[in-house]
């Protein structure tokens, strides 16, 4: 009997691990990913892999490789603005709740390898438009259009998984109440990159100044943190509500330019330390290499 035909909708990091272990169950799997490409250089900015996350990859024979390119997290501590510490895990935190840290794109990096090692088809600036049931065949009819040019086609498939984010077509074109389901604004902005830190040289991932914990501060309705990647790598965040000197909401993800990065370190300006504010303005003046990027 022939594979069961699998379209996979969208690219990223939920699209690639679910096409490959599909692959490694016998699935014919086809991947459509609106982005040229799919294993996209400058998106996102770092991710904490727990360990249930990191038993599937291994049993996707992928966990060495993110563990070459990635870091495994130091005790994070927390504090208010004023740098007064709110709470701090015990000594054995790393050991109980080993946290693979990675930067999104080595993490795309090693599941699109894993689905072109067992065979996963791509195609790459191709989106899903929708996905109607075909009658009383139990199959799907699959509407695909090219990024580019606009032209569509169609594919009929056996099985439909849309992880084509926030605005999902495929999840647009299920029965209500799924089609119902809108996405609803927090009322925060996030700012998020990766940055380069000088390391000492010869220094471990533990003898780095950047690298001996994960931080994050709490207060004045923002937070701002930084985790630890491979050296000399560090993931910082900061989320701030709308309205804060004049901040507004905007759909999706952007750069930011000078003006916006300038607006950014202001608001973390109101001490001097070597973490919070201090860390802030630091890791804002290293400058990211994908660029800082905001999103809602």
Same mark, same amino acid.
């Given at each position: ?18 096409? #490959?272990? =599909?692959r490694r #169950?016998?699935? %014919?799997?086809? @991947? ?6 799919? /294993?996209?250089?400058? /998106? ?11 038993? +599937? ?7 060495? %490789?993110?563990?070459?390119?990635? =870091? ?6 927390y504090c208010?603005? =004023? ?8 000594? !054995? ?34 989106? +899903? ?15 695909? #259009?090219?990024? #580019? ?14 992880? %084509?984010?926030?605005?999902? /077509?495929? !999840? ?20 998020r990159a990766?940055?380069?830190?000088? @390391? ?52 999706? *993800?952007?750069?930011? %330019?000078?003006?916006?990065? *300038? ?11 070597? !973490?919070?504010?201090? *860390?802030? !303005? ?15």
């Amino acid at each position: 009997m022939a594979a069961k035909r699998v379209v996979v909708a969208g690219g990223g990091v939920g699209g690639l691990a679910f096409a #490959a272990i =599909a692959r490694r #169950a016998g699935f %014919d799997v086809r @991947v459509f990913e609106r982005s040229p490409d799919v /294993a996209r250089a400058s /998106a996102g900015g770092g991710l904490g892999l727990w360990p249930p996350s990191q038993a +599937v990859l291994a049993g996707m024979d992928a966990l060495g %490789d993110l563990e070459a390119r990635g =870091a495994y997290m130091p005790p994070p501590v927390y504090c208010d603005s =004023a740098n007064r510490v709110l709470g701090r895990p015990g000594p !054995r935190f790393s050991e109980r709740f080993p946290i693979l840290c990675v930067e999104r794109p080595d993490l795309l990096a090693v599941l699109r390898a894993c689905c072109e090692r067992d065979g996963v088809v791509f195609h790459p600036g191709t989106r +899903v438009v929708s996905a109607d049931e075909c009658g009383d065949t139990d199959t799907v009819h699959v509407v695909i #259009a090219d990024e #580019a040019t606009g032209v569509s086609d169609a594919v009929v498939a056996d099985v439909v998984v849309g992880c %084509d984010g926030i605005h999902s /077509a495929v !999840r647009g074109g299920l029965p209500a109440p799924a089609c119902n389901v809108a996405p609803q604004h927090c009322g925060y902005v996030y700012f998020r990159a990766c940055v380069d830190v000088d @390391v000492e040289e010869g220094a471990t991932n533990a003898g780095s100044r950047w690298h001996q914990e994960a931080f994050e501060s709490w207060g004045d309705g923002m937070r701002f943190g930084f985790v630890p990647m491979k050296p000399p790598s560090v993931f910082w965040f900061a989320a701030i509500p709308v309205g804060h000197d004049g901040l507004k909401a905007q759909p999706g *993800a952007a750069r930011l %330019d000078a003006t916006a990065k *300038a607006w950014l370190e202001r608001q973390f300006a109101g001490e001097e330390n070597d !973490r919070g504010a201090g *860390a802030a !303005r630091g890791h804002l003046h290293a400058g990211a290499r994908a660029g800082s990027v905001r999103g809602c």
